[in-house]
RNA sequence: GCUGGAGUGGCGGAAUUGGUAUACGCGGAGGAUUCAAAACCCUCUCCUUCGGGUUGUGGGUUCAAGUCCCACCUCCAGCACCA
């Protein structure tokens, strides 16, 4: 038996009982006494059961709630259920229960236990999204994006499965590309979607992410989601072989045959070797359609289109490898270098993606230098590979005047071994191939040879291969110069070993060693060298950096990011911004969701339902087993739903069969919770002036850029349309961390791990176990916490205490100075903590405070209520229960309607601080002094100290540096 | 591969934002209590050759670095053939 312990089933049923009635928890939106504060957790699908990270979602944020009302804000508090969706869906039908039976009941079990959890949460808020007084609200929202032209149709590519003949989402469809259900390999199918144009609002969902109080790695994520690129759209004049006749053919605008191709690296156009084009790109439909002749190898190219068709996303994702066939009859040109150049198609361009076609520049592009070395094709090096030199002797001297010129660097092999040409520098540390700056009027080829000559008296050389061109910046020691050289390296074989004399002054420089590469490597100290042997060992990898251009007609020289723009200016290009984040498609051939609002007219032009129409209810007389004909959504089975249009709208008109994507009905419900009964409107705008933007939102981080860049895209939407009051709907968001199982996986059924909230519920109550979700790491930051049985037990252990803590309460005592110390503290922490979302140091700080009071002989009433105060939001029940024991002095009926404790703040400030005292930057000791104590007495104080005297050599210090109640620093 | 974040005892984690590193809790050891055990209570618990040393590793800035700067290593997360 415990010495002292409490029965929490009891003290829970009560409170809650007590809040009921009181009705603590209702928000009342329009008072305008307290600051509104709305405080936000994601709603959950109703899943049938909360399991623990519903508890930490929960209770952490209800910690916060409760913290809040103390401070006296006005907190909206409010929960609603994701009720539509295929979750749900997908659990009744495993069930072999009716959807919206299952759900409905689902979500009554989940009430009950968000009550057990003591949340404040207000129930008078509550959304449900699959209500027809909510999805009323979903549709009339849908065809004001519809009249703007936000939501339209376009043909999208979806998951078939041939044998159920049905839709798949993309959680449907296995790893290995088949389907969960059936079994049967997915296909893909070219169907008629609806979207939804998020993509208008890339540039501002991406510039407004900069403002807002996020953390950087949900800011971050929505940037690469969004994915902007800077770059240019190019054409490229097409010819086609084998008929003539389309060399005149226009596109629709009239533009002749050419090719536009989208490219963030226009400073490389010289370098365009070849064109590539997406299987999907319609010039290649088009030419197996409808000019099957333009091509020689048709048969060939249809054969691999179909086959990069079958290919499913996550083949084409996790394998690589590049592939392709090139388009035999046509050929483009290089509009910078008027060269023909090849054209293929491969996957590793994306339809969907720019133009669907790219110029390839081998050169510096990792995935094209690849597809070049599978196909043979030319690497055309445009960019020289810039080596400023960082070691000595040579390095760069910043700011210094630098000449700049062509010159040679040049690998020589030895006329029979298997050795290389170094020269040893005599007047410098240098290690190098032999050198040479390349005169006016000569070509660098024709100055290998002058130099080999010149410089080491062969006659007999032969120009093998030029290698690159690299880019050096470094200081010549013996020319006492900067020099900034682009160096045309060469690779040279002596012939024989003929050679003349060589003039003494160039024998003086330099000494010739032969040597093996193995050798070479130490030998050689340049930069460039450096590189230049390991281009020559390994051969040429892409460079993909920044450097001055070469062989690039009249921009050579320039540096490329200077002359980037010129160049598509002379190409007649144009700068194009794209984005990676495409179009959101909201339709899902599934029942179990928000009928889209559109009905069709008997020439099948889309019209939206007319608001006196809405809700379109979901008909009744179908379920989410019902298979609609042709492998339609189940909705193409509906009687009701084909009736109700003829009715209204007339013979011929035919009904929408999909339903909505759930992200959209999440997408806006944080505006319905502040008019949840409204049936005038889809919320209140008086009352959306007040409370939006949501303060903070908190929720897993799976969210981060799917629901919450979609919410951000479709409040952004309502407020060009004028209907809602700000840009952002959400100020703070904070991702919660991840409660693993006790073997530290994530819990899984498949791990036998899962725990159940429930358990815990009832063996120690529902205080101990949010006190422990509080208190195993901290909220604001999304790691991972294994749960522990033994964290659970420590924390009941910790109640228990505070429960016997109220044996030493008496009435009409005064407080003690260390308690009220103790309470001041606390209570100062616990706030500054809870406002962080830090629940484990506020936890900490409370143990810390009853550490403090168990140590007192009694305890004052009014403090003890102080310290329930403190307790109340992370032990709602407990602090309940005692404050009930022990305020028959006081006038609120319950602890949760009273005010943060205040203290005075001198009970926040020590006569006597201890503070280190530093000899050198080195602890040697302390001193205990008044806060405010001048450094002379600080440091006679240090100086009684027999360690510190010790260490300090002298008796006295040299200088002091004193930072009064921080550190004392001793400098002998 | 790219981008972002983080590395502190046996473990989860603290650290007034540059000022006594290891708060609080778990685990462990010892004790008290008990016929005995559980529970409860008390004490100790980074290393040390007792000088001192210690925040992933190596440098730097500073009177002073877990905190700031540079390089490297490791882990986590997001994106991933996006031209």
Known sequence: MRKETFNHKEIEKAAQAKWAELDLYRTDLTDTTKDPYYLMFEFPFPSGDL????????????????????????????????????????????????????????????????????????????????????????????????????????????????????????????????????????????????????????????????PLPWKEDIKDAQRAWIGKSDGATLSFVITFKNDPTLNDWRDDKGNPASLAVFTTRPDTLFGATYVVLAPEHPWVTRALEDHADVLSNAVEVKKYVEKTKRKSERERMENKEKSGVKLEGITAINPATHEEIPVYVADYVIGSYGTGAVMAVPAHDERDFEFAQLFNLPVTQVVAHPFKQTTEPGVYREGEPTLVKDGIITIIKHWKEDKYMGLAWKKVAWGTFLTGGVDEGMTPEETVIKEIREETGYLHAKIVKKLMVVDGLFYHVPKEKNQHVHGHVFYVELVDDTKETVDAEEDEKHEIKWLTLDEMEKFITPDTHKHALEVFKNGYAPYTGDGSLIDSGEFTGRDNEEAKWDI???????????????????????????????????????????????????????????????????????????????????????????????????????????????????????????????????????????????????????????LVPTVEPFNERFNRGLILGTDGQKMSKRWGNVLNPDEFVEKYGADAVRMYLAFIGPYNEAGSYPWKHEGIESMRRFLD??????????????????????????????????????????????????????????????????????????????????????????????????????????????????????????????????????????????????????????????RVIYVPGRILNLIP
């Open 51 to 210: 399991h623990i990270g519903h508890w930490y979602a929960f209770a952490l944020t209800d910690i916060y709630a409760r913290y809040l009302r103390a401070m006296g804000k006005n907190v909206l508090f409010p929960m609603g259920f994701d009720a539509f969706g295929l979750p749900a869906e997908n659990a009744a039908m495993k069930r072999g229960l009716d959807t919206r039976t299952w759900t409905y009941e689902s979500m009554e079990r989940m009430r009950t236990q968000v009550r057990t959890m003591g949340t404040s949460v207000d129930w008078s808020k509550e959304v449900v999204t699959s209500d027809p007084e909510y999805y009323h609200w979903t549709q009339w929202l849908f065809t004001k994006l519809f009249e703007q032209g936000l939501a339209y149709r376009g043909s999208a590519v979806v998951n078939w499965d041939p044998v159920d003949n049905t839709v798949l989402a993309n959680e449907q469809v296995l790893s290995d590309g088949t389907a969960e259900r059936s079994g049967a390999v997915v296909e893909k199918r070219r169907l008629e979607q609806w979207f939804l144009g998020i993509t208008k609002y890339a540039e501002r969902l991406l510039t407004d992410i900069d």
């Open 568 to 722: 598509v200016s002379m190409a007649s290009g144009e700068r194009t911004t794209n984005y990676r984040l495409r179009d959101w498609l909201v339709s899902r051939q599934r029942y179990w969701g928000c009928p889209i609002p559109i009905v069709y007219d008997p020439e099948g032009k889309p019209h939206a339902v007319p608001a006196e129409h809405l809700p379109w209810l979901l008909p009744t007389d179908v379920t989410s087993t019902t298979k609609g004909p042709n492998g339609k959504a189940p909705l193409a089975a509906s009687k009701e739903l084909a009736d109700r249009v003829v009715t209204i709208f007339g013979e011929g008109w035919t009904p929408e069969y999909d339903t909505l994507d759930v992200f959209v009905d999440s997408s806006w419900y944080y505006l319905r919770y502040l008019s949840p009964q409204n049936n005038q409107a889809f919320s209140d705008q008086a009352l959306m002036k007040k409370w939006m933007p949501v303060d903070r939102y908190s929720g897993g981080s799976e969210h981060t850029t799917v629901h919450l860049l979609y919410a951000r895209f479709f409040y952004k939407a309502l407020y060009d349309l004028g």
């Open 801 to 958: 205490r505070i429960y016997a803590l109220r044996t030493k309460v008496q009435e009409g005592i005064e407080s003690t100075i260390p308690a009220q110390k103790s309470l001041a503290r606390a209570s100062q922490k616990v706030a500054s903590d809870l406002t962080r979302f830090k629940t484990n140091t506020a936890v900490s700080a409370l143990m810390v405070l009853m550490n403090a009071l168990e140590d007192e002989e009694q305890i004052s009433s009014k403090d003890f209520v102080s310290f329930l105060e403190v307790l109340a939001p992370l032990a709602p029940h407990l602090a309940e229960a005692l404050y009930e024991e022990v305020s028959k002095s006081e006038s609120a009926q319950s602890v949760h309607s009273l005010s943060w404790p205040e203290f005075d703040q001198s009970l926040l400030e020590d006569d006597t601080v201890v503070i280190g005292v530093q000899v050198a930057g080195k602890t040697r000791g302390e001193v205990s002094i008044s806060p405010t104590a001048t450094e002379e007495k600080a440091v006679a104080a240090a100086l009684q100290d027999p360690k510190v005297l010790q260490s300090l050599p002298g008796g006295a210090p040299t």
